[in-house]
C-alpha cells in the first residue's frame, strides 16, 4: 500500500516481519497443544520457546530455493532450534498456520478500524447536535425540493455509520475463526482437541468444518463490508462535494495557509480531499470483487486466493483505516455557511412549500389532481415570471376562493418543516 495512506500501527500489523511473527506465535501454540495431549514430549515447548526465532533474509533466500513461503520458514526456524526442531509443525499443513495467522492479523487490523469508526460517529453526532436546527434546502434530482436542516444530514450519515460499525464487528467475528485441521481438514494426524486448544490460546474460536482451509465466504464478507463502508464515506465525500460547488458553496473543506488549489487559476479552493476519499472508495470495491472470486476454489483447496490476499487484505485495511481517519478530519474541520445555506434555501422563491400549499387545498376539498394543478400553474409563474410563490398565489383567483389570504401566509412556515426534529433525533439516539 501506498506509504501516504498508511499509519505506522495499521501498516505495522502487514509487514512480513509482523506476520512471520503470528506464524510463529501459531506454531508455538499448536507445539504447546501437542505436548499437553501427548503428541510430543511434555519438555519440547519450552525448549523451543526458547530458542525459537527466524531471520527474515534468509527466509527470502531459502524461499527462493524452495519456492514456498512455508517451508522456508520452518527451516529457518529449525537452524534456530536445533533438532527439537523436528516436532514443529507435527501433523499440520501450512494452511493451518497461514489461515489461523490471518485470523489473527484481521482481529487486531478490526480493532484499530472499529476504533476509528467509532470516532467519527462521535464526530458526526456532534455535527448533528450543533446544526439541528441550521435549515438548508433539502434537495432531490438536485432541485430544491422541501427545507431539511443541516443537522439532519448529519443525522442520517450518523445512523448509517451505525449500522456500518454493526457490520464490520459481525464480520470482524466471522473472520476470527482458526482451523488445525491438517491437509484436508480430517484431524487424520492430530485430534481436534488440539485445534480448539490452539484457539482458545489465540483467541479465536474453531472452524466447525474445513477442508485444507478455512472457507473464504468469510473472507469476501469481510471484504465486501469493508467496501460498504467505503461507499457510505463516497456518499458523504460526494455529499460535501456537490455542496461546495461555487454555485452551492453551503459548505467548504478547511483550505490550509499556504494550500494553492490550482496550478492555472489562484482562486480555486477545490474539495480535493472528499474526491481523494471517494476515488479511493473504487478500490475497495475492487477488492471486494476479487475476494468474492476467492470464494470457489478447487475441491479442498487451491492456491488462487493466496497471491489475491496478499494484496487485497493490506490494501483495503489501510485503505479504510486512512479514508475513515480522513472523513473524521475533514467533518472536524468543515466549514457550514449558515446564511448561505438559507440564501439558497429561499433562493427558489418559497417553491419549498408547495407540497403544504397541495395539502391546504385538499383540505378544503378540493380533489388531488385539481388542486396540484392549481399549485403548478402558480409555480410556473415563479419559474418564468420571477414572482415568489406566495406572490403568485395571493394573485390566483382561484386559490383565494379556498384559502384566504392568512390561510395562505401561514403555509410559508420553516418550523412545519422542523416540527419533528427532535423526535427523529430521538430515534437515532442523539
Known amino acids: ?28 501454540a499448536a507445539l504447546e497443544a501437542l505436548a499437553h495431549f501427548g503428541y510430543i514430549p511434555k519438555h519440547i515447548p519450552r525448549k523451543v520457546r526458547a530458542k525459537a526465532g527466524f ?53 487486531e487490523v478490526s480493532g484499530l478500524l472499529i476504533r476509528d469508526l467509532k470516532e467519527l460517529i462521535s464526530v458526526l453526532k456532534q455535527k448533528a447536535r450543533q446544526h439541528k436546527l441550521t435549515l438548508m434546502a433539502g434537495r432531490s434530482h438536485g432541485v430544491h425540493a422541501e427545507p431539511i436542516t443541516f443537522g439532519l444530514k448529519a443525522a442520517l450519515f450518523y445512523e448509517e455509520f451505525k449500522r456500518n460499525l454493526a457490520r464490520l464487528e459481525r464480520a470482524a467475528e466471522n473472520v476470527a475463526y482458526g482451523k488445525i ?39 469476501a464478507e469481510y471484504l465486501t463490508t469493508l467496501a460498504i463502508i467505503g461507499g457510505s464515506l463516497e456518499k458523504l465525500a460526494t455529499e460535501f462535494r456537490n455542496l461546495q460547488k461555487t454555485e452551492t458553496l453551503e459548505v467548504e473543506e478547511q483550505f490550509g495557509e499556504g494550500q494553492k488549489g490550482s496550478s492555472a487559476m489562484p482562486h480555486k479552493r477545490n474539495p480535493i480531499t472528499s474526491e481523494r476519499i471517494a476515488g479511493l472508495s473504487r478500490i475497495l470495491r475492487g477488492n471486494a470483487v476479487a475476494a468474492l472470486e476467492n470464494i470457489a ?29 480522513t472523513m473524521s478530519s475533514v467533518l472536524k474541520n468543515l466549514k457550514v455557511h449558515k446564511e448561505r445555506m438559507l440564501q439558497n434555501l429561499e433562493g427558489s422563491r418559497g417553491m419549498v ?52 389570504p392568512k390561510e395562505i401566509k401561514s403555509v410559508f412556515d420553516y418550523d412545519y418543516h422542523t416540527k419533528h426534529i427532535d423526535h427523529i433525533f430521538k430515534r437515532v439516539g442523539i
Not at 498508511?6 to 502487514?14: A, V
Not at 494426524?189 to 478455512?214: D, F, H, M, R, W
Not at 388542486?371 to 410563490?389: H, I
Request: with cysteine; proline share 3%; glycine share 4%.
Open 1 to 28: 500500500m501506498i506509504d501516504r495512506y498508511t499509519r505506522p500501527e495499521m501498516g505495522r500489523i502487514w509487514t512480513e516481519e509482523a506476520k512471520l511473527k503470528k506464524w510463529l506465535e501459531v506454531e508455538l
Open 55 to 107: 531471520n527474515l533474509q534468509k527466509i527470502k533466500k531459502i524461499e527462493a530455493a524452495v519456492q514456498h513461503d512455508v517451508i522456508a520458514f520452518l527451516t529457518n526456524l529449525a537452524e534456530h532450534v536445533g533438532p527439537d526442531g523436528r516436532f514443529v509443525h507435527f501433523g499440520l499443513t501450512s494452511s493451518d498456520i497461514l489461515d489461523t495467522a490471518l485470523a489473527l492479523q484481521l482481529k
Open 181 to 219: 485441521s491438517g491437509a484436508v481438514g480430517t484431524f487424520a494426524n492430530i485430534s481436534p482437541k488440539v485445534e480448539q486448544y490452539v484457539c482458545k490460546k489465540l483467541g479465536l474460536k474453531p472452524a466447525p468444518i474445513s477442508t485444507q482451509i478455512l472457507q473464504r465466504d468469510r473472507h
Open 297 to 325: 476454489l478447487w475441491h479442498e483447496r487451491d492456491i488462487t486466493h493466496s497471491s489475491v490476499e496478499r494484496v487485497i487484505f493490506p490494501d483495503s485495511t489501510i485503505l479504510l483505516d486512512y479514508m475513515i481517519t
Open 353 to 404: 412549500f408547495s407540497q403544504g400549499l397541495l395539502l391546504r387545498l385538499i383540505e378544503k376539498g378540493l380533489t388531488r389532481e385539481k388542486a396540484y394543478a392549481l399549485v403548478q400553474r402558480c409555480a410556473k409563474r415563479v419559474w418564468e415570471e420571477g414572482f415568489t410563490l406566495r406572490e403568485a398565489v395571493l394573485e390566483d383567483k382561484q386559490i383565494l376562493k379556498y384559502l384566504n
